[in-house]
């Protein structure tokens, strides 16, 4: 059961850290005479309470809207799968294989479904998109990490920061809070309920009705918190919590597209997720190693109800609820000065819940459509304990002056599958010279199925987890005057993944199999600039393919987010002390799709018809590229600190496809075949923004 497949019909209706220096952590003396003394008291929180300066040029890129996470899409090897406002595929990997933590601890969410992720700019101290390649210290994954380092709060008078623009409001509280301990507190709420009107029906770009009344508008709002005490000079606690919630809901009406292709729909829709979570960290340090130990929990929910037709009863909804306990720690120990031992460990305690009545419909990414494998309707409700752990051991040691090597090894069990897994994790590190490196990584890796795949009634129980070899070799060098350059090849091995069974197969009540296999290669450059003479900026150009074979037919496709080329300029200058502007520059291939080639009569609902699909993902779209504008404007307001953005994304709004479907409005028989082309919801969007600091 695909949560995320089914809530298109709502949401598309609306557009191993090294030890820190022993010195940082002490109190110092200096003596300035045999009678006064000066002491310099230094807090270890201090050091990660401003944000590092790669995090803070994606927080000033133009077209992330102030959020450095949005900023990914113009790092290399990085798409958004199925239009600008998709989840990131890296690599050639799934979205969904990415793994997302915050922190330390797993997060629940970290994008919103309408485009931005659910942390306020203020709150990000470093961020890391590890694409492939990565250490022991992360599990249940084989795509890409995602590694979100939020800032500690800042010794200092409580100071309040309130932000305006036309998508969120927002504000941030900060201060001290004793001499050693200190907070911040964060919350933003979306204005796209401003641009709706409730009880309105949407109209397309040519003033016809769409058959779409918006009964809530899309909204969404985040709230984060953080408090930090440093207990001595070794010792430093912190608590955190985080909630995110996004929600829709439209009345679908017999005009309505998804109406027209799949009766069931019409009625009103209701799609809601969240999730809340609250964690408690210690870090340890000595004067040899560094502990962190984490304990969180983790609530999260997911709503989704359609086909409900006033004053009668009935319609269908799918509806999951987990909650998560988090044990987890990290022992970082220098041996010596040529050799250190890394050591992680985690116990995730998970049970989910699943109520459903709805239609099944059996189909993975690797399908053009799911209305192609829909089956009977199913009704029902179903538990699963979803507890895993796991321990890895990563050793570093400097061979030579020269030679750099990480030798590492993570056991991982999972209880509902009952698998164990005993994965390798290799790096080699040569250093050509002081400003030149060449590096090779090697690591296994493995995954636990989506949940809708492996459930009892709605999935396979038995299907095993989905495993991942990745290999990478790369140089980077450092240049002159802030300039650098670096290039990657990487190639990815993917088994076990899933197949969705079509009823002609002799096992077709098993639903899914194992019998999908993948790989992925490519090639990533970037050529960086740092800040100097008032301006940075990237360039970077990635190839890659990725591909899926289907292992009963022996068929090998395109996967659908295989995106060969992509292209991403990006620049920022300092015009003077008040003003800076730039620009970013995405060109990329166009989004596969699959070619409809004829019409059908819906079987099940006379006068009703549905697409014949061709060869699945063998066509493409047109190039896709974008151009966006950022320019800002420190300034006072009333004597306090401010700032104004203007930024448009899209300035040459131009309209990129994302998709195809036959155009329901119009086909009244098997001979129209008629296609509608679906843009990706991003036209010309101008904002402005305002913030002040009190």
Request: hydrophobic residues 35%; charged residues 20%; glycine residues 8%.
């Amino acid at each position: 059961m695909k949560l995320s497949i089914l809530t298109i019909a709502i949401i598309g209706t609306f557009s191993a850290s090294a030890i820190s220096a022993e010195h940082a952590s002490k109190k110092n003396s200096i003596k300035k005479d045999s009678i006064e003394r000066i002491t310099i008291t230094y807090k270890r929180s201090n050091i990660t309470a401003h944000i590092t300066e790669d995090a803070e040029k994606l927080v000033d890129m133009p077209g992330a809207m102030g959020d450095p996470l949005q900023a990914i899409f113009a790092l290399p090897g990085v798409v958004a799968a199925g239009g600008s406002m998709s989840a990131p595929a890296v690599r050639g990997s799934s979205p969904q294989d990415n793994m997302y933590e915050v922190d330390f601890m797993p997060a629940g969410y970290i994008f919103h479904d309408f485009g931005s992720s659910i942390f306020n700019r203020h709150l990000i101290q470093d961020f890391q998109l590890i694409s492939a390649g990565y250490g022991t210290g992360y599990s249940n994954a084989t795509g890409a990490v995602f590694d979100v380092s939020l800032r500690t709060p800042r010794h200092q008078d409580i100071k309040t920061t309130i932000d305006f623009s036309f998508f969120n409001t927002g504000f941030f509280v900060e201060g001290e809070v004793s001499e050693d301990s200190a907070f911040y507190l964060s919350g933003r709420k979306s204005n796209l309920p401003l641009f709706f009107n409730t009880g309105e029906e949407i109209e397309d770009d040519d003033g016809e009705l769409t058959g779409v009344t918006v009964n809530d508008a899309p909204d969404d709002y985040d709230i984060q918190g953080k408090y930090t005490w440093d207990v001595d000079a070794n010792n430093v606690l912190s608590f955190s919590f985080t909630k995110a919630h996004d929600s829709a809901g439209a009345n679908f009406n017999q005009r309505a597209e998804i109406a027209l292709k799949s009766p069931e729909f019409q009625g009103d829709a209701v799609f809601k997720r969240s999730f809340n979570s609250q964690n408690l960290l210690w870090d340890h340090y000595a004067k040899n190693y560094q502990l962190k130990f984490g304990l969180g929990v983790l609530n999260s929910e997911e709503v989704l109800s359609y086909g409900r037709q006033q004053g009668k009863t009935g319609g269908y909804f799918m509806n999951q609820n987990s909650t998560q306990y988090t044990v987890k720690a990290r022992l970082n120990y220098a041996i010596d000065e040529k050799n250190q031992l890394i050591i992680d460990a985690a116990y995730f305690d998970l049970k989910s819940n699943f109520y459903y009545d709805t239609f099944q419909y059996i189909c993975t990414e690797s399908d053009p459509d799911c209305d192609v494998n829909k089956r009977e309707q199913i009704t029902g409700q179903v538990s699963a304990d979803l507890d895993s752990y796991f321990i890895g051991a990563n050793y570093v040691t400097n061979l030579t002056d020269a030679i750099q090597t990480e030798f590492g090894v993570q056991w991982q069990h999972s209880k509902y599958s009952d698998e164990a897994f005993f994965l390798p994790r290799l790096a080699l590190n040569y250093f050509v010279s002081n400003e030149s490196t060449i590096s090779l990584k090697y690591g296994g890796y493995n995954r636990q199925q989506d949940l809708g795949h492996i459930l009892p009634e709605i999935g396979n129980e038995k299907l095993k987890s989905q495993t991942a070899k990745h290999t990478t070799i790369g140089f980077v060098q450092e240049l002159s005057d802030e300039w650098s350059w670096s290039i990657e090849a990487y190639y990815k091995v993917m088994d076990d993944l899933p197949l969705a069974l079509d009823e002609n197969q002799p096992d077709a009540n098993s639903l899914y199999s194992n019998d999908m296999v993948g790989k992925a290669y490519g090639l990533d450059f970037l050529l960086n600039k740092n800040k100097t003479d008032n301006w940075y900026g990237w360039v970077s150009l990635s190839y890659a393919k990725s591909e899926r074979t289907n292992e009963r037919t022996n068929v090998t496709r395109d996967y659908y987010a295989d995106t060969p080329i992509v292209f991403n300029a990006v620049y920022q200058y300092q015009m003077s002390e008040r003003w800076s502007g730039g620009f970013n520059l995405t060109a990329r291939s166009g989004q596969a799709y699959t070619p409809i080639v004829g019409v059908r009569e819906n079987s099940e609902f006379a006068g009703r018809f549905l697409p014949i699909y061709g060869e699945a993902f063998s066509k493409r779209h047109d190039l896709y590229h974008r151009l966006d504008v950022r320019f800002e404007r420190k300034t006072d307001f009333f004597g306090l600190d401010a700032k104004l953005v203007f930024e448009v994304m899209n300035v040459l709004a131009v309209s990129n496809i994302s998709g195809i479907d036959l155009d329901y409005q119009k086909v009244k028989s098997t001979n129209d075949l008629i296609i509608a082309e679906d843009d990706d919801d991003f036209g010309m969007r101008p904002s402005v923004g305002f913030s002040v600091t009190f």
